[in-house]
């Protein structure tokens, strides 16, 4: 049996970044969604809490509480710091001591981090399409990937890519956009429907070649825990905002008044706020969960079919929870007067980036 007790520094790491999403993110959410941007000052204030730095002091549980927190004040901001600090963390948990030397100091310091992971549809590690041949000056790497962070702006990005030779999974860290990296498309000019405030975009990388020094060493199961470290990202924000809608919901439920009484009293708006909360707990408590486990897990197909599983299960619950929200203000929900709507694009908009649908028993 596995504790999901936090311990009396996460709950004080909890505790803090609750206070912070609550003053920073979340009145920012509104102007950071219109704007597809984060301002400089905010995106500062991120990054000191030394989340997204690439700290290996860190556990995969003190890492999604965070996210999740950071989610609920707002889930554009938060996805948006958290992936760009993804190639930070691969590189922290699995660089070796030169690469973190040339590449950590500049992306403590801000400098914008990319990771080069997702290929759409859910796809788990084993599945990945893109690949890296071993040549006698270095790796070629081939490849389409999408919901990269900062697709033509990243001045560190890490690629995750097949051995041909070997069919191992590696990691291969490069800067700026060599030629090869070909960022034509951007979210910012064709918006998602949610996430604005975060930078992503679809990359082709064609023959893109890379000295054999920026191939990272951690592979196997180190590689396969840092990877699940940034897949559960996205249910852990996704989390954070059902929450965040939920509150809201059951706030104005509580002050709406139809028929001469609250429209909480009524048991079709009071089931849906009370299984939402349901929902929400039973997330969070496998979420915490499978960070817990990642540690004591020594097969690799474990671990991705641990993550693929909790990713789409979650998304999907959160999904629906941030849906019933809107719900629960009728046709007040999908006006921008009220955020629940942005807190439910969001949801689905993470249910997209790394999503099985034949994962989640009843969508398909």
């Not at 890492?63 to 760009?84: F, K, M, Q, R, W």
């Not at 070909?182 to 910012?188: T, V």
């Not at 064709?190 to 679809?202: C, I, M, V, W």
């Not at 199961?221 to 965040?244: C, F, K, Q, S, Y």
Request: charged share 20%.
């Amino acid at each position: 049996m596995i504790d999901v007790q936090l311990s009396e520094e996460q709950s004080a790491l909890r505790e803090m970044l609750v206070t912070f999403a609550e003053r920073e993110l979340r009145p920012a959410g509104p102007h950071c969604d219109v704007e597809g941007q984060v301002p400089a000052e905010l995106g500062a204030k991120i990054n000191a809490l030394g989340i997204t730095s690439g700290d290996t002091g860190m556990t995969a549980l003190d890492y999604v509480v965070a996210a999740e927190e950071l989610g609920c004040g707002d889930p554009g901001i938060a996805y948006g710091a958290l992936s760009t600090g993804h190639a930070a963390l691969l590189l922290g948990l699995c660089g070796s001591q030169e690469q973190q030397a040339t590449h950590l100091p500049a992306l403590a310091d801000g400098g914008l981090g990319s990771v080069l992971y997702y290929e759409g549809w859910g796809r788990r590690t084993a599945e990945l399409e893109a690949t890296a041949r071993r040549g006698p000056a270095g790796w070629n790497l081939n490849g389409e990937k999408f919901f990269v962070p900062n697709p033509a702006t990243a001045a560190t990005s890490v690629m995750v890519a097949s051995d041909v030779e070997t069919g191992d999974l590696r990691a291969f860290v490069f800067e700026s956009t060599p030629p090869g990296y070909d960022s034509a498309s951007d979210d910012r000019t064709t918006p998602n429907s949610g996430l604005r405030a975060a930078h992503t975009g679809p990359v082709g990388i064609r023959h893109l070649r890379v000295p054999h020094t920026a191939a990272l060493p951690g592979r196997g199961i180190d590689l396969a825990r840092a990877l699940a470290w940034i897949r559960l990202t996205v249910p852990a924000v996704a989390i954070g905002a059902a929450r965040a809608a939920n509150t809201y919901a059951a706030a104005y439920a509580q002050d709406r008044v139809a028929f001469g009484r609250p429209i909480s009293s009524f048991q079709g708006v009071a089931f849906l706020v009370a299984d939402a909360d349901t929902a929400i707990d039973t997330a969070r408590l496998s979420l915490w969960s499978a960070a817990i486990e990642l540690d004591t897990i020594t097969d690799v197909s474990v671990i991705d079919d641990l993550v693929s599983t909790m990713v789409a299960r979650i998304c999907a619950a959160m999904e629906r929870v941030t849906r019933d929200a809107v719900q629960v203000l009728g046709g007040s929900g999908y006006v921008k007067d009220h955020p629940v709507e942005r807190w439910w694009r969001s949801a689905m908009t993470l249910a997209a980036i790394d999503t099985d649908p034949l994962a989640v028993p009843g969508t398909v």
